[in-house]
C-alpha cells in the first residue's frame, strides 16, 4: 500500500496568449527598425513628392508600426532575467 500525498501533483503554469504575440526574437526587431525607418523616410519622400494623403498616411503608419514594434521588442528584452 502506497501513502497517500500530503501535497498536490505540481501543476505545469498555463501560459497567457499575451504571450503569443510578445516580440521574442531578433527577426522582430530588425523588422521593426526596417519598417520604422523605410515606413518614416518614404512617408517624408512622398509628402515632398507630392504624393496623396492615403499614400502618405500609409506610409507614415508603416512607420509607426515599426517604432511600436521595435519599442515592444525592447521592453521584452528587457523584463527577461
Request: aromatic residues 6%; hydrophobic residues 40%; positive net charge.
Amino acid at each position: 500500500m502506497t501513502p497517500a500525498r500530503d501535497t498536490p501533483a505540481p501543476r505545469r503554469p498555463r501560459r497567457r496568449l499575451l504571450h503569443w504575440f510578445r516580440p521574442q526574437g531578433s527577426r522582430t526587431l530588425v523588422l521593426g527598425v526596417c519598417g520604422a525607418v523605410g515606413g518614416i523616410a518614404g512617408s517624408v519622400r512622398s509628402a515632398l513628392e507630392g504624393g496623396g494623403l492615403l499614400q502618405v498616411t500609409g506610409l507614415f503608419g508603416l512607420g509607426a508600426l515599426g517604432v511600436l514594434l521595435t519599442i515592444a521588442w525592447i521592453l521584452n528584452y528587457g523584463g527577461k532575467p
